[in-house]
């Protein structure tokens, strides 16, 4: 079965530093990944989506940047925290086949910017 | 460009009674949607989809949802709820831009069930 995993689940970092936080699938092959944020306990929004590796695009732009260095590993990254960065962000991933593919979530990461 | 509008922040339902959590939609074309349930800080989980035919669709928990195309809604139901099924609901629809299979979220509705 497939089984995705999210760490670190909790992470208070001050302003300016940088972030890492990283998301990996496992039981699949060649998902497509993603990452959401959640600010203030609702209303997700879409970050980033990867239908390969080294393929990352953007739905907003920000301080906030992604990679996908292996098949099954998703990185949500920045050189320098914002306050606004805070949130819960999530990651996920779906079957790479057309139709209307089920979104599977990881558990989250609560990121605190101080 | 596709969305979901969830109308209430909040519903209230006493244990054992039915439930509804709203959702409408808009899209260009036929629409792919979906339900999720997220618990106090965990990831969110999939209840059901619709994609097409039979109008009413069978999920997971007990809960069902009622496409309605006249209407453009999608509406979440429990004939009889639990103090469990208290959690934050989310509708969803299909991106249909370059996100492709990517999923947009209403804002959520919280869902409190009293015993």
């Known amino acids: 079965s497939q089984t995705i995993h999210q760490w670190p689940a909790t992470l208070v970092q001050p302003v300016g530093s940088p972030l890492s936080l990283e998301c990996t699938v496992e039981g699949t092959s060649n998902p497509n990944l993603y990452w959401y944020r959640q600010a203030a306990g609702r209303g997700l929004q879409l970050l980033f989506y990867s239908v390969g590796i080294g393929q990352i695009s953007s739905e907003v732009p920000q301080n906030l940047s992604a990679s996908r260095p292996q098949d099954r590993q998703f990185i949500l990254s920045s050189k320098k925290l914002l306050l606004s960065d805070s949130g819960f962000y999530l990651c996920?991933?779906?079957?790479?086949?057309?139709?209307?593919?089920?979104?599977?979530f990881g558990a989250g990461s609560r990121l605190t910017v101080l | 460009a596709q969305s979901v509008a969830q109308p209430e922040d909040q519903v209230n339902v006493a244990e054992g009674n039915p439930l509804t959590v709203k959702c409408t939609y808009s899209?260009?074309?036929?629409?792919?949607l979906f339900w999720y349930v997220q618990y106090p800080n965990r990831g969110l989980q999939f209840l059901l989809k619709y994609i097409t035919g039979d109008n009413l669709v069978k999920g997971s928990y007990g809960f069902e949802a009622e496409f309605n195309k006249s209407q453009t809604s999608f509406h979440l139901k429990k004939p009889s709820a639990l103090v469990s099924d208290s959690a934050l609901y989310f509708c969803?629809?299909?991106?249909?831009?370059?996100?492709?299979?990517?999923?947009?979220f209403g804002k959520g509705t919280t869902l409190s069930v009293s015993s």
């Open positions: 969803a629809v299909r991106a249909l831009n370059q996100a492709g299979t990517a999923l947009i």
């Open positions: 899209v260009s074309g036929n629409p792919y």
């Open positions: 996920a991933w779906s079957s790479n086949r057309a139709g209307a593919n089920v979104l599977t």
